[in-house]
C-alpha cells in the first residue's frame, strides 16, 4: 500500500519567504507527527496531532512556526518569515494509533537562502 | 547531557562480523525505537519494544528496562547494511506519542 508521502521533496526559499511543507499520511492512521532533522544535529520532535484532540506543539521552536491538520489526513506545516536556521530536512510520520509504530516520509530539504 | 546517548558514533565493520550499537536513556520510557537511514533516503522503523527481546532476519534488539539500556545486533553483516541508525525513545506517561531521538550511529560494512 501507499506510505507516507511528502511534497515537495525540496524547498529552497529566500530569507524572509513563508513555506507551506505538505504531509499526506497513511490512509487510516489517526496519529501524525511532524520531525526536524537538522544538518550536524539530530532528530527533533516539532508537533503532533491524534484524531481530534488539541495536537503537542510543545516541540515548535517559534511562533513562526504553525501546523494544521484537516479532516484528520492531510497536514500542512507553516513557516514564516523564514531564516537561515530553518534549513533542514522536515519529516512527517503518521502511525495507526496513539502508540503503534510510526511510518516515516521521505522528508523534505528546506533550504533558507 | 542528552537524554538518549548512543554509542559508537561511528562504527566500520568487515563484512560477516558481528556488529552491536548500544543506546541508553536517563528518562522514564514506555517504548525505545530502532530506526535506520541510508544515506539520501528515508527513515526505516526496524523495532518498537517495550521489554525483552525481539528478532528480525539478520536483526536483533534487546532492552533491559531496569538499566535502561538497549543494544541493536546485527548478525553476519552486509555492505546494504551501511547506514545511520537511530535510537528513539517514547517518555512513560502522558497522552503524547513523541519520540526523543539518540544523535544515532553510522554504520559502515566494508566487503
Known amino acids: 500500500g501507499a506510505g507516507v508521502s511528502q511534497s515537495p521533496s525540496n524547498k529552497v526559499t529566500e530569507k524572509g519567504k513563508d513555506v507551506e511543507l505538505r504531509c499526506d499520511p497513511i490512509s487510516g492512521h489517526t496519529a501524525l507527527y511532524w520531525y526536524r532533522q537538522s544538518l550536524g544535529q539530530g532528530l527533533e520532535f516539532l508537533i503532533y496531532?491524534?484524531?481530534?484532540?488539541?495536537?503537542?506543539k510543545s516541540g515548535l521552536p517559534s511562533d513562526r512556526f504553525s501546523a494544521e491538520r484537516t479532516g484528520g489526513s492531510v497536514s500542512t506545516l507553516t513557516i514564516q518569515r523564514t531564516q537561515q536556521e530553518d534549513s533542514a530536512v522536515y519529516l512527517c510520520?503518521?502511525?495507526?494509533?496513539?502508540?503503534?509504530?510510526?511510518?516515516f516520509g521521505p522528508g523534505t530539504r528546506l533550504t533558507v537562502l | 547531557k542528552n537524554e538518549v546517548e548512543q554509542s559508537p558514533q561511528n562504527l566500520t565493520a568487515q563484512e560477516g562480523e558481528f556488529i552491536t550499537i548500544n543506546c541508553s536513556y536517563s528518562?522514564?520510557?514506555?517504548?525505545l525505537h530502532w530506526l535506520q537511514q541510508h544515506p539520501g533516503g528515508g527513515i526505516v522503523s526496524l523495532f518498537m519494544?517495550?521489554?525483552g527481546k525481539k528478532k528480525h532476519g539478520r536483526l536483533i534488539a534487546t532492552i533491559n528496562i531496569q538499566e535502561k539500556h538497549s543494544s541493536l545486533h546485527i548478525t553476519a553483516s552486509h555492505p546494504r547494511d551501511s547506514a545511520v541508525y537511530i535510537c528513539?525513545?517514547?517518555?512513560?506517561?502522558?497522552?503524547?506519542?513523541?519520540?526523543?531521538f539518540g544523535t544515532g550511529t553510522l554504520l559502515a560494512v566494508q566487503p
Open positions: 528518562v522514564g520510557i514506555s517504548a
Open positions: 496531532f491524534q484524531g481530534n484532540s488539541a495536537p503537542d
Open positions: 528513539a525513545v517514547r517518555l512513560y506517561g502522558g497522552a503524547t506519542n513523541k519520540l526523543i
Open positions: 510520520a503518521s502511525s495507526r494509533g496513539q502508540f503503534n509504530e510510526q511510518f
Open positions: 519494544l517495550s521489554s
